[in-house]
């Protein structure tokens, strides 16, 4: 099975400033999808961003964007202009097209937005 | 985004009773969801695999016995406890993920059920 590492438990960022969350993993795949999903005290995940391996293009969206490299499988995620609602806990996953639509989560990353 | 119901969002049993919780996709068809338990300050931890129409894939360690799947039709699929126990007590999620742009290769959550056996 696909492994997800995020190697940092526990960031902290000042409000404003930017912050970069780190996840690497490990597949033989070729074709495949990485994901940030974001989990705030509510416990809700909501979907962050999103990158199809195929593409060489590094996904946005608004402050949010990632790192991918996939020689180097690693994709890692930066915040800009960090707000006090990022603060929550972010998961790195990989979705394989080869196991029914399965997610491999790494164990997360808990944001504290300093204000 | 694509949106998935789940409810209850807090249920309180008294062990040895059955509790059902329930999974709804409301604005696509959800070929297979996914339900999860997830322990504080842990990662999600997929319990099994269920495509509609079809008996649900279990993870290695899951009791196919103890935590009944339902997957009917492609928006609703139900998760039930049976003869809960304290050690049942959790944070269960499900996920749903389908056809077309909307909901193609990603998994749209639910809210989660925090479920507490007295």
């Known amino acids: 099975a696909q492994t997800v590492t995020q190697s940092q438990p526990e960031m902290s960022v000042q409000e404003a400033e930017t912050v970069t969350l780190s996840c690497t993993y490990d597949t033989s795949e070729s074709d495949y999808y990485l994901f940030w999903y974001k989990q705030p005290p509510s416990r809700q995940m909501i979907l962050v961003i999103r990158q199809e391996a195929y593409k060489q293009q590094n996904a946005t969206e608004n402050r949010f964007s990632v790192n991918f490299q996939k020689a180097a499988k690693s994709f890692s995620l930066k915040i800009s202009d960090s707000q006090l609602g990022d603060a929550a806990m972010y998961f790195c996953a990989y979705r394989s097209p080869n196991t029914g639509n399965q997610f491999y989560f790494g164990t997360g990353t808990s944001l504290t937005v300093i204000p | 985004g694509a949106v998935v119901s789940q409810h209850p969002s807090r249920v309180i049993c008294k062990s040895g009773t059955s509790v059902k919780i329930e999974c709804r996709s409301l604005d696509f068809q959800a070929t297979t969801m996914f339900w999860y338990r997830q322990f504080p300050k842990k990662s999600l931890m997929l319990m099994a695999t269920?495509?509609?129409?079809?008996?649900?894939?279990?993870e290695q360690g899951v009791e196919k016995d103890k935590f009944l799947i339902n997957h009917a039709s492609l928006t609703l699929s139900t998760l039930t406890v049976t003869s809960a126990h304290p050690e049942d007590s959790s944070f269960y999620i499900c996920s749903a993920t389908g056809q077309g742009t909307l909901a193609k290769n990603i998994q749209y959550f639910g809210a989660g059920t925090r479920l507490s056996v007295l």
């Open positions: 269920s495509n509609e129409g079809s008996k649900a894939t279990y």
